[in-house]
């Protein structure tokens, strides 16, 4: 089975940055597709970026294009959400979610989440 954690939230001024990573164990990270996600405070969860396990990437939520980035290094089993010129309506609780299909297919596993909060 596989087990995701999230890692590299934090606070961070308007327009600064920070790089989220997803980890997993328990599987051959190469085969999943991997979702960031994210849940801001009264609000629903939201899509924001997916890579496929053949590296096409999707974009989710058309607020943060031009801003964050996703990619894979398959020697680490980690995915990363690089996020820049953070705004505070990006506060919100972070997910990463993997599943064996492509970025418009359901998801099966999820991490825990990390927190991200943009404030001065």
């Known amino acids: 089975q596989l087990q995701l954690v999230e890692s590299g939230g934090g606070l961070v001024q308007p327009g600064g940055s920070l790089r989220l990573s997803c980890a997993a164990s328990g599987s051959t990270y190469d085969f999943w597709t991997i979702g960031w996600f994210r849940r801001a405070p009264a609000k629903e969860r939201e899509g924001v970026l997916c890579i496929s396990s053949s590296g096409d990437i999707t974009t989710y939520a058309d607020s943060v294009k031009g801003r964050f980035t996703i990619s894979r290094d398959k020697a680490k089993n980690t995915v990363y959400l690089e996020m820049n010129s953070l705004k505070p309506e990006d506060t919100a609780v972070y997910y990463c979610?993997?599943?064996?299909?492509?970025?418009?297919?359901?998801?099966?596993?999820w991490g825990r989440g990390t927190q991200v909060t943009v404030s001065s």
């Open positions: 979610a993997a599943n064996g299909g492509w970025c418009d297919s359901d998801y099966e596993y």
